[in-house]
């Protein structure tokens, strides 16, 4: 049976494991948004669902006005979710998330989140995603990303494909009474130059990779 991802979101109002990976993400979007220098601060955002994780920053947030951004997702009724919420110069488009056309216009970005995407994806797919991230940046951006540390952990392997790419680790959360980890990198060299319709990852699902 496929995966109803509706249903999944909604486990963020219960599921005190995927509340606190939430609360993860949200303070470090908080730390990059409090380092942003002064101007419009650029978001994209792959496989957005509800747009919890930055919408819930953006809520309160002083750089909230200075924020523009993109989440990208696939499914109608999470896209829909996500738009009410979005505040202005937030686009929530229904699309495909995986290839690099979905961004055209939005990038290079200044924040880039990747969460909810490393676990339902094949290992070779997370590796051309990390290495095609730097085509999505501006300078000095920072990439925030979530995976899951069940054996095998593969989270060893994606920090390092992210220093291979370029980016310097800010911060790797894993608390150690939980499986996930939340990966925080910032571009440490020149961006790539972007790319229009370039496919970075297929997204099957976790239950698809026998981790469900």
Known sequence: MAQDW???HDRYDSDSRLRTRLDIVQRRIRDAL???PPGAVRVI???SGQGRDLLGVLDDHPRAPDVRGRLVELDPV???QARAAAPP???VVCGDASTTSAYDGAVPADLVLVCGVFGNVPD?????TVAMLPTLCAPQATVIWTRHRRPPDLTLAIRRWFGAAGFRELAFDAPP???????TNRLA??????ERGMRMFTFVGYESLGEG
């Open 6 to 8: 509706r249903a999944w």
């Open 34 to 36: 409090d380092a942003a």
């Open 45 to 47: 955002s792959l496989c």
């Open 78 to 80: 999470l896209a829909e």
């Open 89 to 91: 110069g937030i686009d």
């Open 124 to 128: 070779d797919d997370v590796e051309r």
């Open 177 to 183: 009474d939980l499986v996930f980890g939340v990966g």
């Open 189 to 194: 060299r020149a961006p790539s130059p972007y």
